[in-house]
Each structure stands twice: as structure tokens, then as C-alpha cells.
T-cell receptor, first 110, second 112 residues
Framework: GDSVTQMEGPVTLSEEAFLTINCTYT??????LFWYVQYPGEGLQLLLK?????DKGSNKGFEATYRKETTSFHLEKGSVQVSDSAVYFC?????????FGAGTRLTVKP | SQTIHQWPATLVQPVGSPLSLECTVE??????LYWYRQAAGRGLQLLFY??????ISSEVPQNLSASRPQDRQFILSSKKLLLSDSGFYLC???????????FGPGTRLLVL
């Protein structure tokens, strides 16, 4: 069945460092891909999404490109801030079946 | 715009006690509704989803049950809680197949 694999955390970076969180997926069809962010003690918020190959989702300085050839949707940000500290979940959705990765905890230190 | 409410925000319950968590949504009609559990240090696990009133699908065998008595209300229940039921419970909605899921604020449950 469909599944999502994302890099294990925790990831600790200094402020203004470059961030990459890897995400790869397996799917039988053509899923939509998502990144969700969970701040401490809160629910999940949609960060960005892409619905077809080569689409780039972007929001709040984060971006991810839907790469069908490598079945990947890596999350990147050029300069992280302390306020970006959170858990990030990669997810795919095919029809109404949603699969999440295990989450990657990011801590940004000043 | 659509809004998802969950209560309570935090709950501490003894083992063997009953449970009722409520999720209500506003600003939408006939949504698909979902219950997820996030155990400490782990990812999200889909527990139940509902495509309409009285329609519940269960993803995993477990100690919990769900009901949808109204279009915008989704309830998660248990007759007797287990220690392993501790976790963060998230309600989510989507508008039909293939649509983005949006999450509520969550309920943190601690079973002692």
C-alpha cells in the first residue's frame, strides 16, 4: 500500500541555517503530497501542498517540489528561525486515503 | 471559513473509566471527518473516518469506537480506557475525496 518515509529526527540547527527534511513516498497512483507542521501542544497545520508532478508548494519561506522521478517531496527553507521549531509531517493523499510520515522534530537554536 | 473544535483540550482519566471526546465543525456541510491518534514520539495513526451521519469506518482493531450523530459532530468513545490509549487525539475534516485534510487543535489524553 501507499506509504511515506521521512528522515528521522531530531534535527537541531542554528538560526539562519539551511533546512532540508527528506521525504519519499510509495504510491500506486498519483497522490497529492503535503507537509504539515505541529507546534508544541497544538494540532497539525497545513504548511504546503502539491497536487501533481513538478508542482512546487511554498509557504512562510518553506518550499517543496513534487518529484515523480525520485518519488520525493523534500522540505527546504533557506534560513530557519527559532519560531520554526516544531514537528514536521510529510503526508500523501490518494483518493480519501491519507498516509503520514512519522514526523521530524526540528529545534532551532538562537 | 471552516473551523474545527475539540474538547476537552486535556483530559486525565483512570484506567477502566469511560471516555467521550467530541469534535464539532463549523462553516462547512457534509464533510468527511477523521479521528487520528498521535502516541508520544510516534506519528499519526488513523483510527476512524466518516463520510456521513451514522457512517463509520474503522482502520484498526482497538478499544475505541466512534459515532457521528449529526453532520458536524464526531465523537470518539471508549467503555474502558487502557493505559495504551494515552495520546494526542486529533479530529480532521475534508470536503470530499482527494481534498486536503484540516486538523483541529487536539485533545491530550493521559490514562493513569
Amino acid at each position: 500500500g501507499d506509504s511515506v518515509t521521512q528522515m528521522e529526527g531530531p534535527v537541531t540547527l542554528s538560526e539562519e541555517a539551511f533546512l532540508t527534511i527528506n521525504c519519499t513516498y510509495t504510491a500506486t497512483g498519483y497522490p497529492s503530497l503535503f507537509w504539515y507542521v505541529q507546534y508544541p501542544g497544538e494540532g497539525l497545520q497545513l504548511l504546503l501542498k502539491a497536487t501533481k508532478a513538478d508542482d512546487k508548494g511554498s509557504n512562510k519561506g518553506f518550499e517543496a517540489t513534487y518529484r515523480k522521478e525520485t518519488t520525493s517531496f523534500h522540505l527546504e527553507k533557506g534560513s530557519v528561525q527559532v519560531s520554526d521549531s516544531a514537528v514536521y509531517f510529510c503526508a500523501l493523499k490518494e483518493n480519501d486515503d491519507m498516509r503520514f510520515g512519522a514526523g521530524t522534530r526540528l529545534t532551532v537554536k538562537p | 471559513s471552516q473551523t474545527i473544535h475539540q474538547w476537552p483540550a486535556t483530559l486525565v482519566q483512570p484506567v477502566g473509566s469511560p471516555l467521550s471526546l467530541e469534535c464539532t465543525v463549523e462553516g462547512t456541510s457534509n464533510p468527511n471527518l477523521y479521528w487520528y491518534r498521535q502516541a508520544a514520539g510516534r506519528g499519526l495513526q488513523l483510527l476512524f473516518y466518516s463520510v456521513g451521519i451514522g457512517q463509520i469506518s474503522s482502520e484498526v482493531p482497538q478499544n475505541l469506537s466512534a459515532s457521528r450523530p449529526q453532520d458536524r459532530q464526531f465523537i470518539l468513545s471508549s467503555k474502558k480506557l487502557l493505559l495504551s490509549d494515552s495520546g494526542f487525539y486529533l479530529c480532521a475534516l475534508s470536503q470530499g475525496l482527494g481534498e486536503t485534510q484540516y486538523f483541529g487543535p487536539g485533545t491530550r489524553l493521559l490514562v493513569l
